[in-house]
């Protein structure tokens, strides 16, 4: 039948320089993955995210997230500027804005989201040939470990990110790949293999 060919997700399909999503569980470590990437590979293009939340100590507007406020983020979702956006563990607003990313792509660049579940989802339904990359952790006790660990959160809000965790990690199905973070130069790589499209 002259069915058209379905867009392909198979390992074998060669794949050009494209946009990357990667998501996974709160704590499991996306945000050092990042870090390594922008450090070690700096033609790979880090999308930096709007959001709602208030800065960490040490996080730099512009650099690692656009401090937004609730006005300035839906001004922004009125204009259509976001590829997506959404409300992350029940609290502040995250989005990508939409500009950059396609200026990157256009110039044939390699763009990485590093966004939560809701927003990978939106992803697949308008851009369908990005690559979707679960980042998972060695085991759950561990994630939770690593979450206590940090100590950035009091503990409500650990409570309420380990709420959300436990919906990401039942969605590790949805995902093209899965990359376990046991060793955070191994994992790193290993997205960098898959981002330049050296999995097939
Ligand atoms: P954090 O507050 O710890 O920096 O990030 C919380 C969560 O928001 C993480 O799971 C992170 O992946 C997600 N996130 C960061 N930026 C975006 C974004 O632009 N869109 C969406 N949907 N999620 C994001």
């Keep these: 039948m002259a069915e058209p060919a379905p867009a392909s997700r198979t390992d074998d399909t060669p794949a050009p320089a494209r946009l990357t999503v990667l998501a996974g569980p709160t704590a499991v470590g996306k ?4 870090a390594d990437i922008r450090a070690r590979y700096p033609d790979i293009w880090l999308s930096v995210s709007a959001t709602t939340r208030p800065p960490r100590p040490g996080e730099i507007d512009g650099v690692h997230y656009l401090f937004l406020s609730p006005e300035e983020f839906a001004d922004m979702v009125a204009r ?6 959404a409300v992350v563990h029940g609290r502040h607003h995250y989005g ?7 200026e990157r792509l256009a110039e044939g660049r390699p763009v990485l989201l590093e966004i939560d579940l809701q927003g990978a989802r939106q992803v697949r339904i308008t851009m369908p040939e990005a690559r979707f990359v679960f980042l998972a952790p060695p085991t759950w006790e561990e994630l939770v470990r690593r979450l206590v660990g940090r100590g950035t959160e009091t503990p409500e809000e650990r409570e309420r990110r380990l709420a959300t965790a436990r919906i990401e990690m039942a ?7 899965t990359i376990v973070n046991d060793d955070v130069t191994r994992a790193t790589d290993e997205l960098v293999a898959l981002i330049r499209g050296e999995d097939g």
């Design 171 to 177: 969605a590790v199905s949805e995902f093209d790949h």
């Design 96 to 102: 990508t804005p939409r500009g950059p990313v396609e």
């Design 31 to 34: 945000g050092t993955v990042s």
């Design 80 to 85: 259509g500027e976001f590829l997506e956006h």
